[in-house]
Nanobody, 115 residues
């Protein structure tokens, strides 16, 4: 069993910044790939950023250069630093962890960017 708990969402003006955190517990380790996804109203859930056990990262084109994903393995915590936020970044952001053959999700945290 794996539990993922997100925090750090909120309301921010365009151009502002937010930092999201995801605390993982249970049968998950620093070798597992984790990521952030988001889902806007009426849209499909999409990958925002991902980090592997070896700390390799990849980003959606829409957030490259603005968002940074990182993890603190000692605290089993993953972060998403979001800068220069845009109204189109408004969505529920979900923490994701992959431990083959299962995929785990947090409940999500709302990020709202006003114009």
């Amino acid at each position: 069993q794996v539990q993922l708990v997100e925090s750090g969402g909120g309301l921010v003006q365009a151009g502002g910044s937010l930092n999201l955190s995801c605390v993982a517990s249970g049968s998950i380790s620093s070798s597992n790939t984790m990521g952030w996804y988001r889902q806007a109203p009426g849209k499909q859930r999409e990958l925002v950023a991902q980090i592997t056990g070896g700390d390799s990262t990849n980003y959606a084109d829409a957030v490259k250069g603005r968002f940074t994903i990182s993890r603190n393995n000692a605290w089993m915590t993953m972060y998403l630093e979001m800068n220069n936020l845009k109204p189109e970044d408004t969505a529920v952001y979900y923490c994701n962890a992959n431990r083959w053959p299962n995929t785990y999700w947090g409940r999500g945290t709302q990020v709202t960017v006003s114009s």
